[in-house]
């Protein structure tokens, strides 16, 4: 992504703008959000949402990228020192990134937005309804939630990593004891030993403890597998 001269115009003209209106313009200036550099020139890979992969998460990676190249500040209200053909500016790349970031068939309800705040409230409003049938259905998938056989354990995590996120974009919040006991639920009978060693003479149990337990034993088998495939090659 090549860095937009006509940002760096604008973010100038804003700061001159801030300089001149005040003698303590120096800190005010360190507090506005429209000063910063642009770093449009970096590089990102963000899977283009296309409504089955996690909205939340795409939310996060696309406002990172706003943020980066100077126009997440067209999500909020219009600062005052900005003039409206700049604003207009900085709106259009804002649409124009966020739409860049849609899979084909999802632009098409959002791509005559020219305003960024009410491109962003439209895919908020489809995708994040906070209604209690979206609630239902996510605590449903997380208390039905089981090992697939033939997957790998990190696999598995990420999965249920994914549920726990959906729910949190939700309001909702699962106790860390219950993620932790939810997951040990969820393996397969191989891991009953693990699970009774977790759980044997303790009180409580953490979520991190559990799922970094997982990870190392995940990571013991494959290095256990590498080890005996190089004694039996010999």
Request: charged share 30%; glycine share 4%.
């Amino acid at each position: 992504m090549m860095e937009d001269p006509k940002a760096g115009e604008i973010l100038e003209r804003s700061t001159e703008a801030q300089a001149s209106a005040s003698t303590n313009s120096t800190s005010a200036s360190t507090s506005s959000s429209w000063q910063r550099s642009s770093m449009s020139n970096a590089k990102f890979d963000i899977e283009k949402f296309d409504g089955t992969n996690n909205f939340g998460m795409w939310q996060c990676e696309v406002l990172d990228l706003l943020f980066r190249e100077g126009s997440d500040i067209a999500l909020s209200s219009k600062p005052k020192d900005i003039s409206n053909e700049d604003w207009n500016y900085v709106n259009r790349q804002a649409c124009g990134t966020i739409r860049l970031c849609l899979a084909k068939d999802q632009k098409y309800f959002v791509m005559k937005e020219t305003m960024a705040s009410s491109l962003w409230k439209k895919l908020e409003d489809k995708y994040m309804t906070k209604s209690i049938e979206n609630r239902l259905y996510l605590k449903k998938k997380l208390f039905h939630f089981q090992y697939k056989k033939g997957i790998s354990m990190i696999e598995h995590l990420d999965n249920y990593n994914k549920i726990l996120a959906d729910l949190q974009n939700l309001d909702v919040e699962i106790s860390d004891e219950d993620k932790a006991l939810l997951l040990l639920n969820s393996l397969p009978d191989t891991y009953e030993h693990l699970t009774t060693t977790l759980l044997y003479g303790k009180d409580e149990v953490k979520f991190i403890d559990v799922s970094n337990t997982l990870v190392n034993k995940s990571i013991g088998r494959k290095i256990n597998l590498i080890t005996e495939t190089q004694h039996q090659k010999r």
